[in-house]
């Protein structure tokens, strides 16, 4: 039976109905023949399942409970093109990662290459490009695979840090939710996992990426986690894909990253200036200042989700060769914390850090925006945040 057959006379509910939700309608509207689409926005509670067939969830929304009633665009889509799919997942370098992949694959490869996920359009809008020649790089976020009953036939699984304890509660559960991209492979499949990451039971031949024993690569980006993250692609382009490796480091070098991770926006007044407002977590910050070669400043702060900021105040202390700025709800916990840091300066905003960062640095040092916290709550997302950086800079 087609696998969209499931569908037909059937009664559909969509949970959440922002632009995966307003996607999942159109396309079952326009590729099956359900007896009803309807959607609903509110909490679990109030969720009227029991008068539905199939329930779509959108991610993001929380939900404790598993019944089978439940599904996922991303779980569709999966079941439809596993067998072709690359998923990336960790908690940092999953967009960097998943377009270097992309970039080289299509590059390197006399086939079609997608790249979707948290890039791009939904995944289901891209269900009639797809073809059995295709290779698709899907970028997954804990909560898409959060509930996944399939998994991809190429699994990347980064590395594993605090995150996204305001949805999850513990660490423990957010990896959980990200284990998905592995825990229904089988022996057919492939797993390429980082050496942070807890070993997780799979029937996948599994590839660990050691960060002692990495090849070194030519890239246009700057820092040692995206030599990691090259690593991942490398590994998956030779051994699963046979592509030579002179290819895959000629595919490097014109790889030019993307927008608020660790972007050059330009200097003023002989000051760089660099967006990395995609960092919301402490590791992240301290890749920042690692990687610009004349980082002098870091921004810092923004939502408290109460993850735990030693790692990084221990680093603050132990560093007073740079200025630190700190702002909003996350930046004053760190500020008092450390308290009397003579090189920590404490802001309300991000515009009274971007003037405090311009008096503090000098012509030939660099100012990084890297806040180690989410942006909700002062921003829309975390590219309005870098916007809105590029623009007090006035760049």
């Not at 809008?125 to 898409?144: P, W």
């Not at 991809?152 to 840090?161: M, R, S, Y």
């Not at 560093?319 to 709800?329: M, R, S, V």
């Amino acid at each position: 039976m087609n696998i969209l057959d499931r569908f037909t006379d059937k009664r559909i509910l969509i949970w959440g109905y922002g632009r995966e939700g307003k996607t999942t309608e159109k396309f079952l509207l326009t590729h099956t023949k359900p007896l009803e689409v309807q959607h609903f926005e509110g909490p679990f509670s109030d969720l009227p399942a029991e008068g539905f067939d199939i329930v779509f969830k959108s991610p993001g929304i929380v939900m404790e409970e598993e019944d089978p009633k439940f599904t996922s665009m991303t779980e569709l889509f999966l079941e439809l093109f596993a067998d072709r799919t690359i998923g990336v997942t960790g908690t940092k370098g999953k967009s960097t990662t998943s377009s270097l992949l992309y970039h080289c694959l299509s590059r390197c490869l006399d086939r079609k290459v997608i790249l979707l996920g948290n890039i791009g359009l939904p995944c289901l809008d891209y269900y009639d490009e797809i073809d059995e020649d295709t290779v698709v790089v899907f970028e997954l976020s804990c909560h898409q695979l959060a509930h996944t009953k399939v998994s991809p036939h190429i699994a990347v699984f980064l590395n594993l840090f605090e995150e996204h304890l305001d949805y999850y509660g513990t660490v423990e559960k957010y990896f959980k939710a990200k284990t998905n991209i592995t825990t229904h492979q089988t022996e057919k499949d492939f797993f390429f996992v980082g050496e942070n990451v807890p070993k997780i039971p799979t029937l996948a031949s599994v590839t660990r990426i050691d960060k002692d024993s990495l090849k070194d690569f030519e890239l246009s980006i700057p820092g040692s986690h995206n030599i990691y993250n090259a690593n991942f692609v490398y590994r998956i382009a030779k051994d699963v894909f046979g592509i030579q490796e002179k290819a895959i480091e000629e595919s490097f070098k014109s790889f030019t990253g993307l927008r608020h991770r660790l972007e050059h926006i330009g200097a003023l007044d002989g000051v760089d200036f660099y967006d990395d407002s995609i960092s919301t977590i402490p590791e992240a910050a301290i890749a920042a200042l690692g990687s610009v070669k004349n980082a002098k400043t870091v921004i810092l702060g923004g939502m408290d989700r109460g993850i735990n900021y030693d790692i990084l105040i221990n680093y603050i202390m132990d560093h007073p060769e740079y200025n630190y700025i700190l702002a909003y709800a996350s930046g004053k916990r760190i500020f008092e914390a450390i308290g009397g840091c003579p090189q920590c300066t404490y802001v309300p905003e991000l515009k009274d850090a971007v003037e405090a960062a311009r008096k503090l640095t000098k012509p030939g040092e660099a100012v990084i925006l890297s806040p180690a916290a989410a942006s909700y709550g002062y921003f829309k997302n975390f590219e309005e945040r870098g916007d809105k950086f590029k623009e007090y800079v006035g760049l």
